[in-house]
């Protein structure tokens, strides 16, 4: 995909090199169907993302925290395993299905960007939870007793002490929910309606008609952008290690 992208040769000569050019780049920047489509991806994800990194954050806290009883704990942890571990084409059958009968009672379930973010939320709350959690649970219970024998409130102890080593794992979390709802197909094509066509939908859509080098660029330039945020994921705890290192 990488090399047809800067490949001078047509769709139909797109298996012979002609030479190199960034004319589907050009292309693919001016196309006001793929900035539309790019525009939606990013809102959805945004969006999606705030949402499950706060829900995610403050499951996993009550998670780690509360004194749950060891039934509740264990069906907790079934719940959250289920998202992850269920195909994608199966969470948007149950979510289409979800959505019709709630339209029944309300409009706002209607097929479209608001059912995207729904959709999105869903499964990336689990994976933002697993991330936070095991942060989480790398700050021992001695971090907690020191602050309390130094007098420490439980504001200040969850801002000065906790907050400052659970970032990482937050940030980790947000950014592996918004990798996910970027790049997911299957769960947005069942959940997507007029006017909120995705990027991964518009490649689909393109790739049926057959492939051109514009659609080489766009998968190129979607599999670059979500490299550069694993990067950035990778290198956030490090750097934070780093900071705290005396």
């Not at 490090?238 to 290192?245: D, I």
């Amino acid at each position: 995909v990488a090399w047809r992208s800067v490949n001078a040769a047509g769709a139909r000569e797109s298996n012979a090199w002609k030479g190199f050019t960034l004319r589907w780049y050009q292309e693919m920047f001016a196309n006001e169907a793929i900035a539309d489509a790019a525009m939606r991806s990013l809102i959805v994800a945004t969006v999606s993302t705030v949402i499950a990194t706060i829900a995610g954050t403050l499951l996993a806290i009550g998670l780690a925290k509360a004194p749950w009883p060891q039934w509740l704990r264990k069906g907790s942890d079934l719940a959250l395993t289920v998202p992850v571990v269920t195909p994608d084409i199966v969470i948007g059958i149950a979510l289409i299905t979800g959505f019709v009968i709630l339209r029944q009672f309300s409009p706002m379930f209607e097929t479209g960007m608001t059912t995207m973010v729904i959709a999105h939320v869903t499964f990336e709350i689990a994976f933002v939870t697993l991330v936070v959690r095991s942060r989480l649970a790398l700050i021992g219970k001695e971090q907690w007793e020191a602050a309390r024998d130094l007098y420490c409130s439980t504001a200040g102890l969850w801002w000065r002490v906790i907050l400052p080593q659970l970032w990482p794992g937050i940030l980790a979390g947000a950014g592996l929910a918004f990798i996910l709802s970027v790049d997911d197909f299957m769960v947005s094509f069942f959940v997507s309606g007029p006017g909120s066509t995705t990027l991964p939908i518009h490649i689909y859509g393109q790739m049926r008609m057959g492939l051109s080098p514009t659609v080489h660029a766009l998968s190129t330039a979607v599999i670059a952008a979500t490299l550069a945020i694993l990067l950035l994921i990778a290198l956030a705890p490090r750097r934070a290690t780093l900071r705290s290192t005396p």
